[in-house]
């Protein structure tokens, strides 16, 4: 299976570029394809230019790569801290710019005046992991957990996948190295669990 791994932080040393290698690690150990994309070391582009909004427009070769790797994939695995109650700029950018109208979803008319989603991507199932410095139940408390919703309901609802998984290693800043060492090895067994 293509399994592309989208990794959004920018220091080489964080958590979160643990996370997505033993994610990758992982995949390739079970025979998978692992697309890797560090958006920060590839300088991704955030910022979608007015002639890309059109539907059929034609991308530039970076975005049109990142398409067509997703529409060829089987899995997906997004690895991001949690800024805001929100992916960095750089992987709102990525949402914004490759998961397009006509190849992700449409929108068609609902009969009631309005539009709803028809999703387009053949994903079998994608993986957010995300950390934060804040504990989980103390954002659910002070947010709602908006990550929830922007990538379960919003994103990948939309799109019109399903299986939808969240890892959220939290508080990282206080965390210990075999706290780190416990959440990696959680990592690693819920890809091969998912990605089976």
């Known amino acids: 299976m293509k399994v592309p791994l989208i990794l959004a932080h920018p220091n080489p040393a964080s958590f979160n570029h643990a996370l997505a290698a033993t994610a990758r690690e992982t995949l390739m150990a079970q025979g998978h394809e692992c697309l890797f994309h560090d958006l920060y070391q590839e300088r991704f582009d955030p910022v979608m230019e007015a002639g890309e909004i059109p539907r059929g427009a034609v991308m530039p070769p970076e975005v049109e790569r990142h398409a067509a790797e997703l529409d060829a994939a089987g899995g997906l695995v997004i690895v991001h801290p949690n800024w805001w109650c929100q992916p960095p700029a750089i992987l709102k950018g990525w949402v914004d710019r490759v998961l397009r109208p006509g190849r992700a979803y449409n929108f068609v008319p609902d009969g009631k005046g309005g ?22 139940d103390r954002e659910i408390e002070l947010y709602g957990d908006p990550l929830e919703v922007f990538w379960k309901k919003v994103v990948f609802g939309i799109c019109g996948i399903p299986n939808v998984h969240r890892l959220i290693f939290a508080p990282v800043i206080t965390s210990t190295a075999d706290q780190r060492t416990t959440w990696l090895t959680q990592t690693r067994e819920t890809v091969r669990q998912i990605f089976a």
């Open 115 to 136: 539009g709803r989603a028809v999703g387009l991507l053949k994903l079998q199932a994608v993986l957010i992991i995300t950390t934060a410095n804040n504990p989980q």
